[in-house]
């Protein structure tokens, strides 16, 4: 077991990054027993099933598909019932096929940055910074599961 | 039961339970590992519903990457491992 001097200087127990502790961008909540509940990314990086995953890298692939404008992707649900979700705004009228952009994905990037699945939207909702508001697609998730159940 | 039927069944239940309705283009050589269109929860759910299904245990030294390339591995195995019908 790490005493908290080590833990708090180290990451891994690795050498002390300049005397202070090692940000890893996980946001967590700390319990009453001492230990920590994962709470999700301080930036954009998503975990599904154990994997850190940069959607940039995925959005980058699916951009490069004639029929899709621009992309974003998420996650939605937690542990092993988390699933990669694109949003996808359609170049012309016909989106393409979930089979079409998981064979995409599967030529370009991991089989672990393979989406789930994917949805057309007329346009990504835009934050005030000008950035993705990733929170608003996540709502349209919670909304499509709600009318569906 | 044939091949025919197998197939069709393994390929109903894909597109259903695993791409939710979302199967434009899926057919017995549609790469299932190698295009992410199952994972290590979806396998064990797979063999859960061959079970059901088709009533075939596949044996684990059975189960490995070749068995789960697509529905025609898939259907090949079912087949071999069905009791011969009379």
């Given amino acids: 077991m790490r005493t908290l001097a080590t833990t708090k200087l180290c990451y891994w127990g690795q050498p002390p990054q300049r005397d202070q502790p090692y940000r890893t961008g996980d946001l967590v909540r700390l319990l009453a027993d001492g230990n920590y509940a994962y709470v999700g990314r301080c930036d954009q990086m998503l975990k599904v099933r154990g994997y850190r995953i940069e959607p940039g890298d995925i959005e980058t692939v699916l951009e490069q598909h004639p029929a899709i404008a621009k992309a974003a992707v998420l996650v939605t649900g937690t542990g092993l019932e988390a699933r990669m979700v694109a949003f996808v705004v359609c170049a012309n009228n016909a989106p393409p096929s979930l089979l079409e952009i998981k064979k995409l994905c599967s030529v370009h990037l991991l089989r672990s940055m393979i989406i789930d699945d994917i949805h057309a939207i007329c346009d990504l909702p835009i934050t005030r910074n000008g950035e993705i508001d990733r929170l608003a697609l996540s709502y349209l998730l919670q909304d499509e599961k709600r009318s569906t159940r | ?86």
């Fill in chain 2, 1 to 86: 039961m044939n091949r025919t039927v197998i197939v069709e069944q393994l390929k109903n239940y894909i597109a259903q339970d695993v791409l939710g309705g979302k199967d434009i283009g899926l057919d017995e050589t549609t790469p299932l590992l190698a295009w992410g269109l199952i994972n290590s929860l979806e396998m064990v759910k797979l063999l859960r519903f061959i079970r059901q299904c088709f009533k075939v245990d596949i044996s684990t030294d059975k189960l490995s990457a070749d068995f789960f390339t697509d529905i025609a591995s898939i259907t090949n195995l079912i087949l071999e491992q069905m009791p011969s019908q009379s």
